[in-house]
């Protein structure tokens, strides 16, 4: 059991951090603004507006609550993938379906219930959104 928590744990912090990395590394590249705005984005699903305000503990708020939630999906992944026989053959298929079905949550059910503020629907950039999560979680 010690070692199951070590291995979700260190493969949370890889995900989460390569995940966090390059929505930074993507917002910077398309807007040039400063990528904590990513982390306050991410504090906004809790504290709306105020997230974006010069308050320097919104982006550590967002980094904080970013982690809990690559443990969550983590943890459900760690759980699922035993009982999932096609997971330990096609190990390849078996992250980019988690990518995919973790995209399509946040998306389509988390986001929608925060307090985030609401985007119109672009499909290149919900594409790069589900690349970077393949690339990086799946």
Do not use: E
């Not at 910077?28 to 990528?35: L, Q, R, S």
């Not at 988390?110 to 999560?133: E, T």
């Amino acid at each position: 059991m010690k070692n199951l928590r070590t291995a979700v744990a260190l493969t949370a912090l890889i995900a989460g951090t390569l995940d966090i990395a390059a929505a930074m590394l993507n917002f910077v590249i398309a807007t040039g603004k400063n990528p904590f705005r990513v982390l306050q984005f991410i504090a906004s699903g809790v504290f709306g507006k105020d997230a974006f305000t010069d308050d320097l503990l919104m982006p550590v708020y967002g980094l904080i609550f970013h982690f809990c939630i690559a443990t969550i999906w983590t943890t459900l992944y760690f759980s699922a993938y035993p009982k999932i026989k096609i997971a330990a053959t096609r190990w390849m298929l078996s992250g980019v379906l988690y990518a995919v079905i973790v995209w399509s949550v946040m998306t389509q059910a988390v986001l929608p219930l925060s307090n985030v503020p609401q985007q119109p629907f672009d499909i290149g950039r919900a594409a790069l959104a589900a690349a970077i999560l393949i690339v990086c979680i799946g």
